[in-house]
């Protein structure tokens, strides 16, 4: 059983540039989360897809945007990048029922600097 | 949306003895509250959970209790250990995602 994996794990960009994230769920998984933390804070909710249906979102605006593929892999958009995007974007796999919540298995992580 | 606030932000406490983190949260729809533990350059992972419908759950040296009607719920870790050196976040919500807290830095002194 693999766990949850992300790509790339550093990258660095220059502000108003484009970003996407990649995510691999653990297999099984139907639901896949994305955080932002920034250093020394705790995971910020951009949003949570359920079967590639965007089901949660947190205060995050609309550039950053996301899909869930029917494999539940999973991507982070961000368009027009800003200085304060740069930050650990962590995506979470879990396995639930509808209406239901469950564990969330972590990946490592993508190091995003803006520059 | 939610809101969760954790405290303290950083507590050390003398191996073996006992630690609290507390937490509020301020959506009573939320009726999910897990606790994460995360070392230095790690993955957050769960250490415990606890439901709407329970009002206590134990699991060896961790416990984590839940008020309702205050909404508030606390992390007590005993005995601690050098091992349980980290960062810990609880967090609440639902099936619509979870808020974290901003954490709670626990130093065990030797």
């Known amino acids: 059983e693999t766990g949850v994996t992300q790509s790339p794990t550093h990258l660095i960009k220059t502000r108003g540039q484009q970003v996407t994230l990649r995510c691999s769920s653990q297999?099984?998984?139907?639901?896949v989360s994305w955080y932002q933390q920034a250093l020394g804070q705790g995971p910020q909710f951009i949003f949570q897809?359920?079967?590639?249906?965007?089901?949660g979102r947190g205060n995050f605006p609309p550039r950053f945007s996301g899909l869930q593929f029917p494999n539940y892999s999973s991507e982070l958009n961000v368009n027009a990048l800003e200085l304060d995007d740069s930050a650990l974007y962590l995506c979470?796999?879990?396995?639930?029922?509808?209406?239901?919540?469950?564990?969330?298995?972590f990946g490592e992580g993508s190091r995003l600097t803006v520059l | 949306g939610e809101n969760v606030e954790q405290h303290p932000s950083t507590l050390s406490v003398q191996e073996g003895d006992s630690a609290v983190i507390k937490c509020t949260y301020s959506?009573?729809?939320?009726?999910?509250f897990p606790w994460y533990k995360q070392e230095l350059g790690k993955r957050p992972q769960l250490i415990i959970d606890i439901r709407s419908n329970v009002g206590e759950k134990k699991d060896q040296r961790i416990a984590v209790t839940l008020n309702k009607t205050a909404k508030h719920f606390s992390l007590h870790i005993t005995e601690t250990q050098p091992e349980d050196s980290a960062v810990y976040f609880c967090?609440?919500?639902?099936?619509?995602?979870?808020?974290f807290g901003k954490g709670t830095h626990l130093i065990i002194q030797p």
């Open positions: 897809y359920y079967r590639e249906e965007e089901n």
């Open positions: 967090a609440a919500g639902g099936a619509d995602g979870l808020t």
């Open positions: 979470a796999s879990s396995l639930v029922a509808s209406g239901g919540t469950g564990e969330l298995f």
């Open positions: 959506d009573s729809a939320s009726n999910y």
């Open positions: 297999s099984g998984h139907n639901t």
